[in-house]
């Protein structure tokens, strides 16, 4: 029944191009729900019960598809569901200014894709066999190209997407090749064929076709290059749900990969850990240099990704060493800050949207001064700030709580490589949450506070509800995740407790987050107190409203205010080795008496990108060119090369070489 | 809850003692012991002005500030004696929490669009990112030597029949208390009595505060650097005394350690602006060595 609702869906979604333009949205938003409670009904099932395994009744070339949905698919189908919902909500509010300038075709194809996309990632998760895995991969990819490029009539936007494609296929390339190297020795192109080699071969080089493959999905460094480039390209929506969940598609492939391992569980725990390691620093200070609101979100979802791959690298270590508590730690850790990222993001996302909505800029150079005039919105993006930066009483806290006790858990491991495996994991997880605090401080402080640093055209209104809703459904989540962490970790130990067939006791874990809950309701209970206290003094005083100190200084106006270039310029030498940080400026003249007016401004450049990618393209495209010599134009010398080319293959099969 | 008491008891007096000492050494006879908290008292009384470009950001950040304060207390052990919150891994919570109020406090003085505020703001931001990884390396390294991960269980057994203890408490005590000084904010990376607004770095984040916002800022302030202060005492008094003698070396510690205070802010000059990340890295790599020498008494190296 479910799965007639499921095919319904995807196969009425073909109407959206046949209906008038003002009820398009209705019905996409009526098909996600269709899909979302098919979905979730077989996710309850699962997790309540035992592996669903269902028909799907549509035949590739490789036999019927089946889904098979065991626990972690269905964990990722919730996240899946409850994001794409609040992301299809929001699309209601922020398509409506592009209905009168767009042409039916397009918005149709757009809501067509989102529906797909959605429908698409459901069937990642849910397909064991390879070819339909490959192909419902292929679909997720292209209909996420078709979303970034929205606004395709901006030259740039179609640039960024294409850029986007190109990547997805090197990474569909590797899943490839990795089913198939598995499918050469074990003759079946499925999970299961590569779970049969891993049993039998070296577990090591497969694993890395896997991980790169899925890595260039997640963006793990030096994958990352198109994340910065097509979120802030990408509608806000679509951004949301690309980095909340399609990202994690990569996580899931990893961590379906990892749970099939059976040898050097070691040597490949402390590869994903230094991958997760560097993602994560490397991210975070990227962030930091940024202007644009957007991709400054894009790089924390690189790091955000590294600290999952801290989590999953800790895990397998644990695995390793047969330690089941430490492997709940790790992955547990890692399949939570999962949920968490999705949870965070997609608001940041939102609410970046909104401003961008409202202010019709997101350069925060152009910001500033946001929270007087959309109140609910700052407060969103202040909550998720804390709670990307870890802070408790939100859940972003307690993933990495999960991995903290992992780590410190691991340091007392007798062998020495652990321990200072652990303590350069440790620094460097210390360092990725100081460095967040930073970033978001500047992101917040200097987009929504402050006084405006640029005149706009219109006025500063705040968004229609229907924008807000999704946020505030999302801060609900965030909060029960953190008012009661003891529940959902409980449930995700569960889901790897069936993944890996072991029995796990985690009561000391569990014992410590009912004390975090307990702390988070005294942190509340004391901050309640405190402000009634403030709120009786303030009614009993004078109180009054006058310009900010200026410090004698009484000409003092918004440009005085501290810039994002300021804010970052504390770490322009740390950050100088991986992102080229350069000022642009002309210095005044020895004999200038009366100077024109000067402007300043900052340029940085994606170092690794430059390094590992660009340069080798580079170095292509110069010498491509030489080639052209060929190309003469000359019929006859075009007559010539099929001849040279017979007596090559002659020769090489006189020579026996063929 | 002894802890609990033990906190207040000595933030009676710790400010006045920093106050009475500086001016016993530039020969002045110096206020009473209590005149910081009378000076607080009169500052709860007093109305506010707020700036005309702050928000509501600007209204929550001082109590929410005060709020992790007081909550990061509750956590503090004193010695065998349960803190009122004790968990495995409770200090990774006890500094994410300080997170929280500090995370407040930055964005509330880049609420009021004023540059020099933006500058401490940015500051603290900044010097609080590189003295982190000192502050989790110690108990790391504490953890790593005692094998548990909570405060109380740490230091309950830290000097527990090993002669090697003393060695790290020493070491942990002065990373401690030079976290102490750069939380916050003292001698040498920031003097509290400088007047130029350009060198400042947490005075110069509350210039806009005032009345009874400024005062529970100060209230939490002067909690912070007894929460720091009775970690380090926690690492230095031996646990073979009996209580009330405990009791009595840690209230004279803390004098000790405001005297100390005192003294340094009297003949120390404020370090360079741009050498303070040298100094708090420093730090750190003291608290790298700690974790070294615990892996050697751990037979591990």
């Not at chain 1, 644990?318 to 949920?339: F, I, P, Q």
């Not at chain 1, 003249?589 to 690794?608: A, G, M, R």
């Amino acid at each position: 029944m479910t799965v007639v609702l499921f095919k319904i869906a995807l196969l009425l979604s073909f109407g959206m191009f046949f209906i008038p333009k003002n009820i398009k949205y209705i019905f996409g938003l009526s098909l996600h729900l269709i899909l979302i409670a098919a979905s979730t009904r077989w996710a309850w099932h699962v997790l309540n019960h035992d592996t669903l395994t269902i028909a799907l009744g549509v035949t590739t070339w490789s036999g019927e598809i089946t889904l098979v949905i065991d626990q972690l698919s269905a964990y990722f189908m919730l996240i899946i569901n409850l994001i794409c919902f609040c992301g299809v909500l929001y699309a209601g509010g922020y398509l409506k200014p592009y209905l009168p300038k767009k042409r039916s075709v397009f918005i149709s194809l757009h809501l067509f894709s989102l529906l797909w996309l959605h429908g698409a990632m459901l069937l990642v998760i849910s397909i064991q066999d390879g070819i339909a895995f490959l192909l419902a991969w292929e679909l997720m990819s292209l209909f996420s190209f078709i979303l970034v490029i929205f606004e395709a009539q901006k030259e740039a936007t179609l640039k960024t997407g294409i850029n986007y494609l190109l990547q997805m296929h090197l990474g569909f390339a590797l899943i490839m090749l990795g089913f198939l190297i598995a499918a050469n020795q074990t003759g079946e192109l499925s999970f299961e064929g590569v779970r049969q080699f891993f049993s039998h071969s070296n577990n090591i080089p497969l694993f890395l076709v896997f991980f790169a493959g899925f890595g260039i999905k997640a963006g793990f460094i030096p994958f990352h290059s198109w994340l910065p480039r097509a979120h802030p390209a990408a509608p806000s929506h679509v951004s949301g749900i690309m980095s909340g969940v399609m990202i994690k598609m990569g996580i899931y492939g990893i961590f379906r990969i990892s749970l099939l391992l059976q040898y050097d569980l070691k040597a490949i725990g402390i590869i994903v850990l230094a991958a997760g390691i560097v993602s994560g620093l490397l991210g975070v200070i990227m962030a930091i240099m940024q202007h644009d609101l957007k991709k400054l979100l894009a790089y924390h979802s690189i790091e955000n990704i590294g600290i999952i791959g801290i989590g999953i690298g800790i895990g397998l270590l644990g695995k390793a060493n047969g330690s089941s508590y430490l492997m709940v730690l790790g992955l547990g850790g890692a399949l939570l800050h999962t949920l968490n990222h999705a949870l965070f993001k997609s608001l940041l996302f939102f609410t970046a949207g909104n401003v961008f909505y409202s202010v019709h800029k997101i350069n925060m150079d152009h910001l500033g001064g946001l929270a007087k005039n959309m109140r609910y919105t700052s407060i969103a993006f202040l909550i998720g700030a804390l709670a990307i930066s870890g802070i408790p009483p939100f859940n972003g806290f307690i993933s990495e709580f999960l991995i903290y006790n992992g780590i410190l858990n691991q340091m007392s491991d007798s062998v020495f490589s652990y321990s200072i495996l652990s303590v350069v994991s440790l620094l460097s997880l210390v360092l990725i949450g100081g460095l967040c605090i930073y970033c978001f401080t500047k992101a917040f402080g200097l987009s929504f506070l402050g006084s405006r640093r640029q005149e706009h055209s219109h006025p500063v209104k705040e968004v229609p509800v229907i924008m807000l809703v999704p946020a505030f459904i999302l801060i609900g989540c965030m909060l029960a995740i953190g008012l009661v962490p003891a529940f959902f970790v409980n449930q995700v130990a569960g889901v790897l407790q069936s993944l890996t067939h072991t029995t796990i006791t985690i009561e000391p874990l569990l014992n410590s987050l009912k004390s975090i809950s307990y702390v988070n309701i005294t942190l509340i209970a004391v901050l309640v107190v405190i402000a009634a206290l403030r709120a009786w003094q303030q009614s009993s005083v004078k109180v009054s409203e006058g310009p900010t100190w200026g410090c004698g200084y009484t000409a003092g106006d918004f440009r005085h205010q501290y810039t994002p270039t300021s804010y970052a310029d504390s770490l322009r030498e740390l950050a100088d080795p991986v992102i080229h940080y350069k000022r642009v400026y002309k210095s005044f003249e020895e004999n200038e008496i009366f100077p024109p007016p000067k402007t300043f401004h900052t340029e940085s450049k994606d170092l690794v990108e430059e390094k590992t990618i660009l340069s080798w393209v580079h170095l292509i495209v110069n010498h491509l060119p030489k080639a052209g010599i060929a190309q003469s134009g000359l019929i006859n010398h075009y007559l010539i090369y099929p001849l040279l080319f017979l007596v090559l293959i002659g020769f090489l099969i006189v020579l026996n070489i063929l | 809850m002894l802890s609990l008491i033990l906190i207040l008891a000595s933030a009676i007096y710790f400010p006045g003692v920093i106050v009475k000492t500086k001016a016993m050494f530039s020969g002045r006879k110096g206020p009473g012991i209590l005149q910081p908290w009378h000076d607080i008292y009169r500052l709860l009384k007093k109305g506010s002005v707020y700036s005309t470009s702050s928000s509501f950001v600007f209204q929550i950040g001082a109590p929410i500030y005060l709020a992790t304060v007081i909550v990061a207390s509750l956590f503090i052990p004193f010695e065998e004696n349960n803190a009122i919150f004790s968990f495995a891994g409770d200090f990774v919570f006890f500094a994410y929490v300080l997170g929280l109020g500090r995370f407040m406090l930055i964005v509330s003085a880049l609420d009021v669009s004023s540059g020099f505020e933006g500058m401490g703001a940015n500051r603290e931001a900044f010097y609080s990112m590189l003295m982190e990884p000192a502050f989790f390396i110690l108990l790391g390294s504490l953890a790593l030597f005692t094998g548990y991960s909570s405060f109380h269980d740490i230091f309950a057994n830290l000097h527990y029949n090993s002669y090697f203890s003393f060695i790290i408490a020493v070491i942990a005590g002065y990373v401690l208390a030079n976290i102490t000084l750069v939380e916050t904010s003292r001698l040498p990376v920031d003097d509290p009595l400088t007047h130029l607004e350009l060198t400042m770095v947490h005075e110069v984040m509350v210039l806009d505060h005032s009345g009874f916002d400024l005062g529970i800022i100060k209230i939490a302030n002067n909690l912070k650097f007894i929460l720091f202060s009775m970690l380090s005492a926690n690492c230095l008094i031996p646990q073979s005394l009996n209580i009330w003698m405990r009791m009595g070396i840690l209230l004279s510690m803390q004098v000790l350690f405001a005297a100390g205070i005192g003294w340094l802010e009297s003949f120390r000059a404020r370090n360079k602006m741009a050498m303070n990340a040298q100094y708090i890295l420093s730090v750190n790599a003291v608290a790298l060595i700690l974790i070294f020498v615990v892996m050697i008494i751990k037979n591990k190296i």
